[in-house]
């Protein structure tokens, strides 16, 4: 391509940017304390407002983040997600489970007839991979009969030049029964739950995992009072398990069941909830072919809930907790019986003295340990315990916000059978201190400053016999950034930030002194965004940084990384239906060693450098809700430079083009029926050329053709 070619491509979306005058969507003004936040990309493509998601977050206790997330996931608005919330009586990062468990709970039913039957089947295709995916869900209610049944069965295939490998999943829950009242149900359960994979390359690769159970289900529901609510459910049936894996192989039958419950207690003062989970085996298990039969036991408990007091009170508290147990048995090669253990215990509490969502104090101390082993692996033993204690606070005064945060964590690691006579372990100690600052001066530039340290030590110890535990070490960082946006007009924004980080690792014992290093970073950005004309906006980012990383006692290993880089992106939104956009990226990495010379001075000799330059043009035409188009194409250029006595020399250059262009469908089937599909024709072109005494050797090029597809059928009659 000339270079006329290549300016008359950058200067299209400006020409079609003149050529129409569409009027832009300013996006959502945050508070001054998130000026440097995104959150209005997916408002309008789901029809979600995230008004006021900033100061609901803060008084929830959630990162905006999650909460925008749960919005999206549940397609709720933050006020209705929020009110679902009180009227089930539990935190908004519960609505999702309850909603999912209530919809097959027999006795959640409140209709006398329902028939609900949705169907999915999705075909993805791509280069060498493919998925198939159906997902069955019915419920049908006639008076006290009830009748539940979710089905899921995907296939994968992987191909491997003329072999292909599969992978084949399915999971299906059935249950019917009779409910004998309002808080009483009883019913059967039949569960089938497999997984088979065959890999012709491999034959000790293929893997199996079959497991059915038929159980007798028992629900219940208690109201003790108006503030205290129940469920205790029972089931209790038989176990047909098969397996193999590379470890060998094991058939599992017996007795299967469990005891699942949860109770909410709930005043104006207290709201605590507790969820309680009991099930496992008793069975007899055998390798395939054998008469010698093992007894086995599987066993998994867990415990948790939550707990807090006063929440609408200037003080507060909130405590939630975690007991897990897990214990698996299978039959090994060796005729011998394999044990898989894991057990975690967490408390987590937190105190809050509020005045309101800008000034508050929470003070959480935490507690947590955890246990794994295997019984065939002895050095698997790992064991962990943390203690913690994290303060957060927030003030605003004057104008300024101010936020806060301290951590203090020890932490204690054991690896006791890391050899046959012992092993060793780690005492951890971090503590980490954050502290943010901002204000909006005069009515368009927000400054904000921000600054972390982190000081966290490490100490090993043999247990038992162990020679050589890992040194014992420190690590030291500091990080402070400067940061400031100045919006002079709707149509130009501004912003620059200066950022300086050090790191230093310190091994305490003089034979791993060697490795002692500093890193110290030196990063500078500047940012504009300019509306162009309407419909035509321009962005680019600038950044520089240094990375020097000082050797304690071995200078002559000092080195420093450069990297310069400059993003561009032009976007052009043409009427409703057509956008276009424009990206261009281009970095510099000059790197070598910063050591000290003859006369004791530090000098940069620069060792090498690589260039990289990425251009990328999209276009995106729909015409209709059910049909678009999109069209993308990236080139890449990546170059390797060497330093030698003569000067800078080539030594390796890659380019890169690759092209996308293909359609999307979104086709609604009546009332209940909907086809979701895309279909694209991928297409790359790889070249790479070395360079040996600036003499090139191309290599033959690479291409690859291939058309990617994806469809998906629902229906809900």
Do not use: C
């Not at 089931?235 to 094991?250: I, P, Y």
């Not at 909830?273 to 085996?281: E, I, K, Q, T």
């Not at 092209?659 to 979104?666: C, L, P, Q, R």
Request: aromatic share 10%; hydrophobic share 30%; glycine share 8%.
């Amino acid at each position: 391509m000339t270079r006329y070619a290549r300016l008359a491509v950058l200067l299209l979306p400006v020409a079609v940017g003149l050529a129409s005058q569409v009027p832009a969507g300013r996006a959502q003004v945050p508070d001054d304390r998130y000026a440097f936040a995104d959150t209005t990309l997916l408002r309008d493509t789901l029809g979600l407002r995230f008004d006021g998601l900033f100061r609901l977050a803060d008084s929830l206790g959630l990162t905006p983040d999650t909460l925008r997330a749960y919005s999206i996931r549940h397609r709720m608005s933050l006020a209705r997600l929020v009110a679902f919330a009180d009227s089930i009586g539990m935190p908004v990062d519960s609505v999702g489970p309850v909603l999912w468990r209530e919809r097959f709970n027999p006795l959640s039913a409140r209709r006398v007839r329902v028939t609900d039957f949705v169907y999915t089947s999705s075909y993805d295709l791509r280069q060498t991979t493919s998925d198939w995916d159906n997902l069955m869900d019915f419920n049908l209610v006639r008076g006290p009969i009830f009748v539940r049944s979710q089905t899921n069965v995907g296939i994968q295939r992987q191909q491997y030049g003329d072999e292909t490998s599969v992978i084949n999943e399915r999971n299906s829950i059935n249950e019917g029964g009779y409910r004998l009242s309002p808080d009483l149900s009883l019913g059967l359960q039949v569960t089938s739950n497999g997984y088979e994979s065959s890999n012709p390359r491999s034959q000790i690769m293929d893997a199996k995992d079959l497991r059915n159970e038929v159980q007798l289900s028992t629900r219940t529901r208690q109201r003790p009072s108006a503030a205290w609510t129940s469920e205790i459910n029972a089931l209790a049936g038989v176990l047909d398990a098969n397996g193999k894996s590379f470890n060998g192989s094991s058939d599992k039958q017996g007795w299967s069941g469990g005891v699942n419950g949860r109770a909410r207690y709930q005043r104006p003062w207290i709201a605590a909830d507790v969820n309680a989970n009991l099930n496992g085996n008793v069975s007899t298990s055998r390798l395939p072919g054998s008469p010698t039969e093992f007894g086995t036991e599987d066993l998994n408990t867990t415990v948790d809930g939550t707990v807090g007091m006063f929440s609408t009170s200037p003080l507060s508290t909130n405590m939630t907790y975690r007991i897990q147990n897990n214990r698996t048995e299978s039959v090994t090669d060796s005729s011998g019986i394999r044990r898989f253990e894991t057990a975690n215990s967490s408390v987590n509490l937190s105190v809050r003295l509020r005045q309101d969502n800008d000034r508050y104090i929470t003070v959480s101390p935490r507690w947590g340990t955890s246990r794994q082993v295997t019984a065939t692996n002895t050095s698997s033993l790992t064991t962990r315990d943390d203690l913690g204690l994290s303060v957060t606070g927030r003030y605003r005064l004057a104008g300024w916000n101010l936020d806060g945060t301290f951590t203090n964590t020890l932490s204690n690691l054991e690896y006791p059978t890391r050899s046959t006579t012992g092993g060793y372990g780690d005492d951890g100690h971090t503590r980490a201190i954050n502290g943010i600052i901002s204000r909006r001066l005069w009515s368009r530039f927000v400054l904000k400053g921000e600054g972390r340290v982190t000081l966290a030590s490490s100490r090993y110890y043999p247990v038992g016999v162990y020679p050589n535990p890992p040194s014992n070490r420190d690590t030291y960082r500091q990080q402070f950034r400067i940061d400031g946006t100045y919006e002079p007009t709707t149509r130009f924004t501004t912003g620059a930030g200066i950022e300086v980080i050090r790191n230093h690792l310190i091994n305490l014992p003089s034979a791993a002194t060697a490795a002692n290093n500093e890193l110290r970073s030196y990063k500078a950005e500047w940012r504009w965004t300019y509306k162009l004309l309407p419909g035509l906006t321009a962005n680019q980012i600038n950044q520089m940084s240094a990375d020097y990383t000082y050797f304690d006692f071995l200078r002559s290993s000092n080195k420093l990384v450069l990297d310069y880089r400059i993003f561009t992106t032009l976007s052009a939104v043409l009427g409703p239906h057509t956008l276009i956009r424009l990206d261009h990226d281009t970095r510099t990495q000059p790197s070598g060693l910063y050591a000290p010379l003859a006369d004791g001075l530090e000098y940069f000799s620069q060792n090498d450098e690589g260039r990289n330059y990425t251009l990328r043009a999209m276009i995106n035409y729909a015409p209709s809700p059910v049909f678009s188009l999109r069209v993308q194409s990236d080139y890449l250029a990546v170059d390797r430079f060497g330093q030698t006595a003569e000067g800078q020399v080539r030594q390796r250059e890659s380019r890169a083009l690759q092209f996308t262009g293909g359609m999307i469908v979104n086709v609604p089937l009546g009332p209940k029926g909907q086809l979701i599909g895309d279909l694209s024709r991928n297409y790359r072109s790889d070249g790479l050329t070395t360079f040996a005494n600036g003499i090139p050797q191309p290599s033959t090029p690479s291409e690859q053709d291939y058309w990617t597809g994806r469809v998906e059928l629902k229906w809900a009659p």
